[in-house]
């Protein structure tokens, strides 16, 4: 297992009081699987993947990433936040390869894994342009390759679509789930939409309102060979969907 959460809880202390957002999380995910976590707004789904980042402590239990306990961000997990943030003023290039100059892993042969990594997935003519000058699902791209760069061995994904309308939304899901396969990559995803969920992942975690425990999980087992626009087409995946929205229990 290449993450462990056990009994994951988490009180935020605030001027206001305390606020728990995680009470109970435990899962696993295997090496090379793509996990999602769908939960009412606020429920703590972010703070979860904060906790597996290591940029939020546990107030109890534990988080083991590649047999090691997380208390710190470290380099075999890489985050790709919500909103792509591509520093306008660089270059397609200078921002891909941010990560290694922060990391400073900028050495030859990480730079020549970017170049492949932006030709492979349709960017290298874009190399000297400005994100301005990229569609929304370029840029998207972009995010998810400087996120590669640094060769993490897992990625957290938090609504890293939110920003896209629906259409763009659809196309952009299917690409980066291409990506991430091919690359063998470990994903969990925080997203609010259960189409989405479904349509990208091997399981689908659903969290319980605040403070979060895991309700239930769902194994997409006979869909993991179909790419995200074909599973929408299966009578599996509407199932899956009504499942899971009685069980979110949205109007609660
Ligand atoms: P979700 O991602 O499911 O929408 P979050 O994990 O962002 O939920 O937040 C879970 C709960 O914790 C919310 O009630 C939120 O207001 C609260 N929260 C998040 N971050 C902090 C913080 N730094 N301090 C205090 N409360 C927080």
């Known amino acids: 297992m290449i993450i462990q959460i ?11 009081g305390e606020v ?18 769908v939960g009412p707004s606020g429920c703590g789904k972010s703070t979860l993947l904060g906790a597996v980042a ?22 075999k997990v890489g985050l790709m936040p919500q909103r792509d943030q591509l520093f306008e003023w660089k270059t397609i290039w200078d921002n891909v390869t941010l ?46 390759i400087r996120t590669l760069a640094t060769e993490p061995r897992i990625l957290l994904l938090d609504e890293p679509f939110s920003s896209l309308d629906y259409q763009t939304r659809l196309a952009v899901s299917a690409d980066i789930h291409a990506i991430l396969r091919r690359e063998g990559k470990t ?44 599973r929408r087409d299966e009578a599996t995946f509407h199932i899956h969907f009504n499942t899971i929205w009685k069980e979110l229990d949205i109007h609660a």
Do not use: W
């Open 99 to 144: 990560g290694l100059r922060v990391q400073k892993q900028d050495t030859p042969a990480k730079r020549a894994y970017v170049r492949e990594l932006l030709e492979r997935y349709g960017l290298s003519e874009f190399m000297h342009k400005r994100p301005a000058q990229l569609s929304g699902g370029m840029r998207q791209r972009c995010a998810l």
């Open 187 to 230: 994903a969990l995803l925080v997203t609010h939409d259960i189409s989405e969920a479904i349509s990208m992942s091997d399981r689908v975690i659903v969290l319980s309102h605040r403070p979060a425990v895991v309700k239930s999980i769902h194994d997409m087992e006979e869909l993991r060979s179909l790419s995200p626009l074909q």
């Open 54 to 75: 290591g940029l939020e402590q546990l107030s109890s239990g534990e988080v083991i990433v590649d047999g090691e306990n997380v208390s710190a961000p470290s380099a």
């Open 20 to 37: 728990e957002a995680l009470r109970d999380v435990s899962f696993d995910m295997e090496e090379g699987e793509l996990c999602s976590i």
């Open 6 to 16: 056990r009994n994951a809880a988490l009180t935020y202390q605030s001027l206001n």
